[in-house]
């Protein structure tokens, strides 16, 4: 990668329903863990950022149906300033989570900057309303919520409602299809929707180089990039909050997200959900850091 590279530390885990054999969820150990096995010596960035979140909590918000609501808002406010006050111009983002949810705080800022498109690139379409959520976790609905769908509280936060627009937005890789009403929701929206079985059919460069094309024809002002660990298979990682068995593999992560992470007009990518406590070894996380490394830093193998 010709441009330089910061990283911003968001270890946020309110957007997730705590286990029941948990005493919080461990994705706010994200960023550590991967320092551990050398992530960001290896990406070697200009600046590290980091945010420091609130506390575990399981308060559920009866206005909005969404747990944790008020200091998930609370956290995008402070989250999205902190990206305003420190991003470069010219400068690729990597921001680690974390849970999903981060993806508001980012959405806010972005909306500041101007006109951004989004590839969400995810085992699950997170595009639900609260009532339809079993566990009432911002991060299984985080896709819904920047796009408009729910309660102002989360959608609407300083007025910036909707922070991406449906249609500049490309979802790719739920393997969730067994529900029809869960998938309903996102094929009824105007956002450009691919499930494991169809991004798989079209092909993982021509998706990316499709949405590129998007981009381009709109004149966006860029794009951001989301990847959720968990659209890769569950024998590649497994160490994640909803496991599901089939997935992508680093092959086609790789061929998908190169092009999208070259481009100058993106402006970064989140990588969330990735649980230490479901890697005790780091056997899963070595393998993931050393493939995000290459296609970062357009490395061959």
């Not at 922070?163 to 450009?192: K, P």
């Not at 660990?229 to 990682?237: G, P």
């Not at 593999?249 to 190169?258: F, M, N, T």
Request: one cysteine or more.
């Amino acid at each position: 990668m010709k441009r330089n590279i910061d990283i911003f530390e968001f270890p946020l885990h309110l957007g997730l329903k705590k286990k029941n054999h948990e005493t919080e969820p461990g994705v706010k150990k994200l960023p550590d863990w991967l320092r551990k096995f050398d992530f960001h010596k290896e990406i070697n960035p200009a600046h590290i950022f980091r945010l420091e979140a609130p506390d575990y909590s399981m308060e559920y918000d009866h206005e909005s149906g969404v747990l944790n609501a008020e200091g998930i808002v609370e956290y995008a406010k402070e989250q999205a300033d902190f990206i305003l006050e420190n991003h470069q111009k010219n400068t690729f983002s990597i921001m680690l989570g974390g849970d999903c949810s981060i993806l508001i705080g980012t959405a806010l800022a972005l909306k500041k900057l101007g006109n951004f498109g989004l590839f969400y690139l995810d085992g699950h379409t997170d595009f639900i309303p609260a009532h339809l959520s079993e566990t009432s976790a911002a991060a299984g609905m985080d896709l819904a919520i920047i796009t408009g769908t729910g309660h102002e509280k989360l959608t609407d936060i300083r007025g910036l409602k909707p922070y991406f627009l449906e249609e500049n937005i490309y979802c790719a890789g739920n393997d969730e299809t067994d529900d029809e009403e869960y998938v309903q929701q996102i094929i009824n929206s105007d956002i450009h929707y691919f499930d494991l079985y169809e991004l798989r059919k079209k092909g993982f460069g021509k998706t990316a180089e499709d949405f590129l094309k998007m981009i381009s024809s709109k004149a966006l002002d860029g794009f951001f990039i989301h990847l959720d660990v968990d659209v890769l298979s569950d024998e590649l990682m497994p160490a994640v909050d909803n496991r599901r068995e089939d997935g992508i593999d680093y092959a086609d992560l790789r061929e998908i997200l190169k092009p999208l992470v070259h481009s100058p007009l993106c402006f970064g990518i989140e990588i969330t959900v990735l649980d230490p406590d479901n890697d005790d070894t780091g056997t899963y996380t070595q393998t993931f850091v050393k493939n995000l490394i290459q296609i970062i830093k357009n490395k061959e193998d």
